[in-house]
């Protein structure tokens, strides 16, 4: 199948999904995750008509995108992997949604430079929901204290959650956990589910999925 074939496949699919368990396909946004991909399979994935992508590396994604982005201004781009506090002005200068908020340091760096910029983007803290000493995320007992440190003291504009299940557990566990600590908190996004489980995420609240294999096949470099 083609790139395009691909993309319209899986827009179909959501949209059963979604249907069948009783949400608005137009909730549900899907992330093309661009990481590592070819500037054709981009191109044809922007000829399409997509134009949500995610990258999980700021130097990365600045090669793939900064030309395409003044070409395609409805693009919009996500930081879906771990945000250095050296690269916070890049990344504020590229992407228009982070998702990988997980720590006081980065919080308040990512504050400080909206403010120099006088800028206001999207938030999503990421939650360590299998609580996996090896990755990122805050632990889920840490979030109320955390969330509030990020709007009243960083003045971060927080709109969700994200996570990533650990690899060995049922991902439908997690992201009905996730989904719980989000109504608890008032918050509307959800960034959950990858090639693997996505209807699962679909199905318990995601208003992102992260699909990278699904839409561009196995990776060329």
């Known amino acids: 199948m083609t790139i395009a074939e691909n993309f319209k496949s899986l827009d179909l699919e959501i949209t059963e999904i979604a249907r069948n368990n009783g949400r608005n396909p137009e909730d549900v ?7 590592r991909q070819t500037q054709d399979k981009l191109r044809a994935a922007l000829d399409y ?19 395409l982005k003044a070409d395609y201004p409805d693009l919009e781009l996500h930081l879906i992997g ?11 200068a590229l992407f228009d949604v982070i998702h990988t908020i997980d720590r006081e340091k980065l ?23 299998g609580e996996e000493p090896q990755k990122a995320g805050i632990p889920p007992k840490d979030l109320p204290d955390f969330l509030h440190f990020c709007r009243v003291e960083c003045l971060l504009d927080i709109r969700g959650l994200m996570c990533i299940p650990p690899i060995d557990d049922p991902a ?21 589910g990858m090639s693997s489980d996505y209807p699962k995420a679909i199905a318990l609240g995601a208003t992102y999925i992260r699909i990278g294999t699904a839409l561009f096949g196995e990776r060329d470099i």
Do not use: Y
Request: hydrophobic share 40%; aromatic share 4%.
């Open 29 to 35: 946004n899907l992330i093309a995750v661009s990481k």
């Open 49 to 67: 008509g997509h134009r949500i992508f995610g990258e999980n590396r700021v130097q990365e994604a600045q090669e793939h995108w900064a030309e």
């Open 82 to 92: 771990p945000l250095q506090t050296n690269k916070i002005k890049d990344a504020i």
């Open 107 to 129: 919080a308040r760096k990512l504050g400080e430079e909206l403010k120099i910029q006088n800028k206001s983007m999207p938030c999503l803290i990421q939650v360590n929901t």
């Open 172 to 192: 439908a566990v997690h992201f009905a956990f996730l989904k719980k600590l989000a109504s608890e908190h008032d918050l509307a996004q959800l960034s959950m």
